[in-house]
């Protein structure tokens, strides 16, 4: 970790900004601060973000919905602030794209450790193209329309994906012809890595095949690499 990591905390609460800025300046980490939605917009236009610390009760525009906008464009990864303890409202973050979250009050300490994890796991995965600006991407004669998730086939038939299912195809087409780890695809997707036992990646792609390759048995769109992991071998057009 060097001082180029650079971290942005959201919050409406000057204090709360100040304190985290003035923490985690001191363990080598250059960090902005700003108020809004709007604000961190305007600045992430600026500025290469590393992490981004995400206040969701916020006036105007939450955080909810800031993560909703930025996971269109951005994988940065995000850490949610929320005073909402709730697992069904942590849940929702997590649905929307946010990496991890911490429970107002916190200690900066553990923010810290965890704003660490996600960097160490940053610098391990492979230099990804930024995401295509096209919310309708086509490849092998599909069509997957982002905003609205929905599949459809050459012939115009709707299929239906799971919440799993749709960010894993969605990883893919914004990263074809590049071979993606396991861990790579599960941080990618959920935002946390895999155990030596966890066949979740594993079991998600065999559905996946089942909806989208003309021979499930014989994959020719989503490729194994014995040792390597997996990657999408056709090419992606933005319609």
Known sequence: MTQESHVIVVDDHHDIRDLLCQYLSQHFLRVSAVESAAALRSLM??????VIVLDIMMPGEDGLSACRQIRLTSQVPIIFLTALADDADKVVGLELGADDYLVKPFNPRELLARIRT?????????????KPASQVLGFHGWRLNLPQREL?????????LSTAEFRLLKVFLEHPHTV???????DLTSGRTTSPLDRTIDNQISRLRKKIEPDPKAPTIIQTHWGGGYSLCVDVEAL
């Open 118 to 130: 996600i960097l160490r796991r940053s610098a391990g995965a492979p230099v990804l193209p930024d």
């Open 45 to 50: 236009a600026r500025e290469k973000v590393d």
């Open 152 to 160: 459809q086939s050459q012939d115009g038939v709707g299929v239906a």
């Open 180 to 186: 993606l780890s396991r861990d790579q695809l599960l």
